[in-house]
């Protein structure tokens, strides 16, 4: 995440979190998973996904990028939200799933194989991984100063095809909407490490 973006969150973090909804794609994650999984959060933001991860009874590992959105996320859930941008991740076989919901947009393009083998890493066998982005065909801004990667589908498909050997990758995308306020075409990767899940 770029110090631009990070400024934005740090500046904005209150509005943001009071604004933001749980993801009406988490359900579809969570029917990947065997109940009590353990996950990792990557962005956890104003923390409201991660509430309902824990109230569905999964265990959560919150991380944000921003103490700000950290600190904000730790009042909603109720426990410590861990400052950790993604090319810091270094856990290995440690989690049944990770979830990153409009949080790896973020990161520059160039980041991106790294950030993928570091995920593909911190999954046990058989887990899987969820994360969503904002499509386009460039690096860009929004109208708000915040950085994106902005990949079309069939980038980011190959993206996570050829970084890790994952048994199963699959991209849907959807309309939606967006914190700026502007119509938006939403992607979400879905892979899976092979494996057999709880070994």
């Known amino acids: 995440m770029t110090d631009k973006t990070l400024d934005f969150y740090a500046?904005?973090?209150?509005?943001?979190?009071?604004?933001?909804?749980?993801?009406?794609?988490?359900?579809?994650?969570?029917?990947?998973?065997?109940?009590?999984?353990?996950?990792?959060?990557l962005g956890t933001g104003s923390g409201r996904d991660a509430a309902e991860m824990l109230h569905a009874g999964f265990r959560v590992d919150a991380t944000?990028?921003?103490?700000?959105?950290?600190?904000?996320?730790?009042?909603?859930?109720?426990?410590?939200?861990?400052?950790?941008?993604?090319t810091e991740l270094d856990a290995e076989g440690v989690y049944d799933a990770v979830y990153a919901n409009a949080s790896l947009l973020h990161a520059p393009r160039h980041e991106l194989p790294d950030i993928i083998n570091r995920i593909y890493k911190a999954l046990k066998p058989g887990g899987h991984v969820w994360a969503s982005f904002k499509a386009g065909e460039a690096e860009g801004e929004d109208r708000l100063g915040r950085r994106y990667n902005y990949p079309s589908r069939l980038e980011l498909e190959e993206l996570w095809r050829n970084n890790g050997p994952w048994q199963q990758v699959r991209v849907e995308?959807?309309?939606?909407?967006?914190?700026?306020?502007?119509?938006?075409?939403?992607?979400?990767?879905?892979?899976?490490?092979?494996?057999?899940?709880?070994?």
């Open 11 to 41: 500046r904005n973090a209150e509005t943001y979190a009071a604004q933001s909804r749980p993801s009406p794609r988490l359900a579809t994650f969570l029917r990947l998973l065997a109940p009590g999984s353990h996950i990792l959060e």
């Open 64 to 86: 944000d990028g921003s103490p700000e959105l950290a600190r904000c996320a730790e009042r909603l859930i109720g426990q410590p939200v861990r400052i950790l941008l993604f």
């Open 173 to 199: 995308s959807w309309q939606g909407g967006a914190y700026d306020g502007q119509p938006t075409e939403w992607l979400s990767v879905i892979a899976r490490r092979p494996g057999q899940a709880g070994t």
